[in-house]
């Protein structure tokens, strides 16, 4: 992943200066949160138009950055959504609720669900108790709750006892 990053961001830095800070011209005017980053890292160089090359430590950071745009919404949203159908599925009665509120606001035609939403988005806030089991869920199985790695040297301290985080994956 941090190869595929590496030569995307590569790539868009080499378009930055090929079209002298008109990247994204050429895809009607779209200009992505790679290229306005790119746009404020030139503006921190002296000397900006001779840059060839960028610094370690941005592009450590940038790719960094990427992955947390592309991967943290997706995998936060299927986990909550997971974590929800998983509770509803251990919860019979809460399940019930839910179908209920969702057949008093929206009517029992699943056909006709999304064209009510789209009519009337705000039919959206008239479902109370789905927003429960929405907010129970995040409190329970929290979203935050994603792969880390240890670090060299680093350590976590639990009632007097040090616990290193060195080749550590949470």
Do not use: C, W
């Not at 790119?38 to 450590?60: C, H, N, T, V, W």
Request: cysteine-free.
């Amino acid at each position: 992943m941090n190869r595929y990053m590496s030569r995307h961001l590569e790539n868009r830095f080499a378009a930055h200066q090929d079209l002298d800070d008109t990247v994204g011209a050429r895809d009607g005017g779209f200009r992505t949160v790679v290229d306005l980053a790119l746009d404020k890292y030139l503006e921190e160089q002296p000397g900006s138009k001779a840059i060839r090359s960028m610094d370690a430590e941005f592009k450590r950071f940038a790719v960094s950055q990427m992955k947390v745009f592309i991967l943290a919404g997706h995998d936060t949203t299927s986990a909550t959504l997971y974590y929800i159908f998983y509770s509803l599925s251990r919860n019979p009665l809460a399940l019930q609720r839910v179908r209920a509120e969702h057949d008093e606001v929206f009517g029992s035609d699943l056909t006709q669900t999304n064209a009510t939403i789209t009519a009337n988005p705000h039919s959206l806030n008239q479902l109370p108790f789905t927003l429960a089991v929405i907010k129970e869920t995040l409190r329970l199985f929290s979203a935050a709750s994603s792969t880390r790695e240890g670090e060299l040297g680093f350590s976590l301290t639990q009632d007097g006892h040090q616990y290193p985080t060195e080749g550590f994956t949470v």
